[in-house]
Every structure is written in structure tokens, then in C-alpha cells.
Nanobody, 111 residues
Framework: QVQLVESGGGLVQPGGSLRLSCAASGSIFRLSTMGWYRQAPGKERELVAD???????NYADSVKGRFTISRDRPRNTVYLQMNNLKPEDTAVYYC?????WGQGIQVTVSS
């Protein structure tokens, strides 16, 4: 069964860092564009960053310069390094590969 499993979320103070991981089962993801999305309470789900099979990246303006997306192709894993976190980054973060979504993981930025 093809699935995506996120890990690495939690509670962090403003200015802190977290690294999210998305482990994909199934080799079809190795050449696919993978993305991180987030959904805050009362808001629509939005793209945070994505990375193509050729390692080209794209970021939402709100996270440029603070977040970095990367992928480890042999491990079939995508990462989201989040630095200088702000309270407005608080959301459930989802990994996506094609039509497949992970279950989501909570990130809370609060003092």
C-alpha cells in the first residue's frame, strides 16, 4: 500500500527550528514532485514548498529564506527544515505526493 508518513512536528518557541520528515513507501515517489502543505485553523490548506524529481524547489513567499525543502531519493524521504519559526507558522503540516496525502502533523509555535 502506497502511503506517506510525517514525523518531526511539535511545540517550539518563536525563533526556534523544527525539521519535518515525510517517509514514502513505494518507488513511484522517487521521481515525483513532493510537497509540504499546511492548514491553520479556519484557513484553507496552502502550499508551503515543493520539490521536483529533478530537485527544483518552489516556496510560498511567507516562508522564503526560512524554510528549506529537500529530498533523499535512496531513502524515499522528503524533509522540511523550518528555521526562525513564527506563531503564524502554527498549523497542521501535510506531505503530498501526487494524489497521495499524509495524515498530517501538528506544528505549534508559541511562547
Amino acid at each position: 500500500q502506497v502511503q506517506l508518513v510525517e514525523s518531526g512536528g511539535g511545540l517550539v518557541q518563536p525563533g526556534g527550528s523544527l525539521r519535518l520528515s515525510c517517509a514514502a513507501s513505494g518507488s513511484i515517489f522517487r521521481l515525483s514532485t513532493m510537497g509540504w502543505y499546511r492548514q491553520a485553523p479556519g484557513k484553507e490548506r496552502e502550499l508551503v514548498a515543493d520539490i521536483t524529481g529533478g530537485f527544483n524547489t518552489n516556496y510560498a513567499d511567507s516562508v522564503k529564506g526560512r524554510f528549506t525543502i529537500s529530498r533523499d531519493r535512496p531513502r524515499n524521504t522528503v524533509y522540511l527544515q523550518m528555521n526562525n519559526l513564527k506563531p503564524e507558522d502554527t498549523a497542521v503540516y501535510y506531505c503530498r505526493g501526487g494524489a497521495i496525502w499524509g495524515q498530517g502533523i501538528q506544528v505549534t509555535v508559541s511562547s
